[in-house]
């Protein structure tokens, strides 16, 4: 099925980025367009990191999933006190100032234009997709890897979807302890399962709903470089949603299986009632009519960017902008067609998206509509 191009939309982007004391960078300030970024240099010199930046504008942890060490430069012994990422930057609504850091080991805070602001705000302001090298193996890795690189997709395109899942995450944590616990209050456990019975629902509903504009996204398209990709939802909350229950009765449904499963789950110490927790994404190679997790390395990553790809023209059609796209390393394992090919399909979504490689050359396909940063330590040098 293929129809007509959809209207181009303008991009998402950072015009300039201000890193201090963030990971190898003490002291930054980058001016950049809004076309495609390319940094290259050595290994270790700080492209990664530059891109990790960026990714603390959105909700989260960042690309790297930064634990509690933190970003913060160290040298030696010494951690600076304090580190903050700052952008200038063409979102949805105009021209923001968009700043995120930390002092010392307390919580992170967000800044939109000077003033104090949720996380979730730069989600609706600022829509971005990711792609980490630890993802090349994604569809044969883990399955709850998987489902938290699709939830952060769903995240882009529902940034209410991230609120219900920390939640449903929160109720199924308290859940679980009383049931460790034994001496359980059966009104107190019923209460929390009705809310992550609510927050469930909405999450498993978010998915279907991001996934159902995916696939359609990946059906427009026909098959290219990169390969098509059949997807599926592989989970109890999700398949009763698809079967056409309501929400409520979705809803009436888990918290069934909630306290069904009481005395299992705590037996088990976990929660094996089927839930969004346990929900599995499934990819199938459509050409190769064969599960992802058997295809080749470098046919994963082209599926991988199958996926990331589609989300962002969706995104774009859904926001009215096109999302910034941070790929680490997208180009490697991929042969010269497939470069071309991905260069072709960024630009044509017109996102600001930022590619790192070892080696300049890797971005050839760009030709001079990519602006290019030659990255060495603890700085970035812009090539004419
Ligand atoms: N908190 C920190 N303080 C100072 N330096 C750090 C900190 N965290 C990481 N680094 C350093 O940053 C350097 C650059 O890392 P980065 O991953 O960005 O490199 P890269 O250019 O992506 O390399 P590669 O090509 O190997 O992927 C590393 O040498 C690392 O030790
Ligand atoms: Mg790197």
Redesign the pocket.
């Known amino acids: 099925m293929t129809t007509e191009t959809p209207p181009p939309v303008p991009p998402a982007a950072v015009r300039r980025l201000r890193l201090t ?5 003490p002291d930054l300030d980058l001016e950049l367009s809004p076309a495609p970024v390319a ?1 290259f ?12 930046a960026i990714s603390f504008l959105a909700p989260g942890r960042g690309m790297r999933s930064a634990g509690a ?7 030696g012994a010494d ?2 006190p304090e580190w903050a990422v700052f952008a200038e930057a063409d979102t949805r609504e105009g021209g923001f100032r968009l700043g995120v850091g930390a002092r010392g080991s307390a919580r992170r805070e967000t800044r939109i234009d000077g003033e104090p602001a949720a996380q979730n705000a730069l989600a609706r302001l600022m829509p971005m997709i990711w792609l980490t ?1 630890a993802q090349d193996r994604l569809f044969a890795g883990p399955r709850a890897d998987r489902l938290k690189f699709f939830d952060r997709l769903v995240h882009a395109a529902d940034p209410a979807h991230a609120d219900a899942a920390s939640a449903y995450e929160k109720s199924r944590t308290r859940r679980q302890r009383l049931l460790d616990e034994g001496g359980q209050d059966p009104s107190w456990l019923g209460a929390i399962e009705v809310e992550m019975a609510g927050h469930g629902v909405a999450m498993a509903a978010a998915r279907l709903d991001a996934l159902i504009r995916l696939q359609g996204e990946i059906d427009q398209r026909p098959e290219g470089v990169f390969p098509q990709a059949d997807l599926a939802l592989d989970g109890a909350v999700e398949a009763d949603l698809a079967e056409g229950l309501t929400a409520g009765e979705a809803e009436d449904r888990f918290l069934a299986a909630l306290r069904d499963g009481r005395r299992r789950d705590a037996a088990a110490g976990r929660t094996l009632t089927r839930g969004p927790h346990r929900t599995e994404l499934l990819a199938r190679h459509r050409a190769k009519d064969q599960p992802a997790g058997d295809c080749s390395t470098g046919e994963q990553k082209a599926l991988i960017l199958t996926l990331a790809l589609a989300q962002a023209r969706a995104l774009g059609q859904q926001w009215g902008v096109a999302p910034l796209l941070l790929l ?2 997208a180009c490697a394992h991929l042969d010269a067609l497939r470069r071309d090919g991905l260069a072709r399909e960024i630009l044509a979504s017109g996102s600001q998206a930022w590619l ?3 080696e300049k050359v890797l971005f050839e396909p760009f030709g001079d509509a990519i602006q290019y940063r030659e ?1 060495h ?1 603890g700085g970035v040098r812009a090539l004419p």
């Not at 050595?42 to 530059?50: P, R, V």
Request: glycine residues 14%; aromatic residues 6%; negative net charge.
């Open positions: 004391n963030f990971r190898s960078y940094l240099g050595e290994n270790g010199a700080g492209k990664t990191n530059l891109l990790e060490d933190g970003v913060a430069t160290r040298s951690i600076a090298p680490d390393e790192t490689g070892v990255v330590e």
